[in-house]
């Protein structure tokens, strides 16, 4: 009798210890998963901020040129250009953003 209930025991505490591995497991991987989203966006957030930096830096610069010439030239048109569009996709990302965690809510 005793080395039945031992047997179960020892039976019983090994389907539980599986059962709480196989669910951490899970658990391992679905953490994952969204850490590795969690980059991308990151990663294209920065992408994107650099290039609003630098456009805004050339625009900046073909501002002062044209102060320090006295004239616009075609640089500024381009810089100005430039910055619209880095800013423009700078929004619709954040916007993005924002229209998916809201979703999430």
């Known amino acids: 009798m005793l080395e ?5 025991a020892t039976v019983l505490a090994v389907a539980v210890i599986t059962g709480l591995f196989a669910r951490e497991s899970r658990r391992y991987k679905k953490d994952s998963i969204k850490i590795e989203k969690r980059a991308a966006r990151r990663e294209v957030e920065s992408l994107l901020s650099m290039r609003l930096t630098s456009a805004n830096t050339t625009l900046s610069l073909a ?6 010439e006295g004239k ?4 500024l048109d381009l810089a100005v250009e430039e910055a619209r569009k880095a800013q423009l996709e700078y ?11 809201v979703a999430k809510v």
């Open 72 to 75: 616009s030239n075609g640089d």
């Open 91 to 101: 929004y619709d990302f954040v916007n993005r953003e924002f229209a998916r965690n």
């Open 63 to 68: 501002i002062a040129r044209a102060v320090k």
């Open 4 to 8: 039945i209930i031992t047997s179960t």
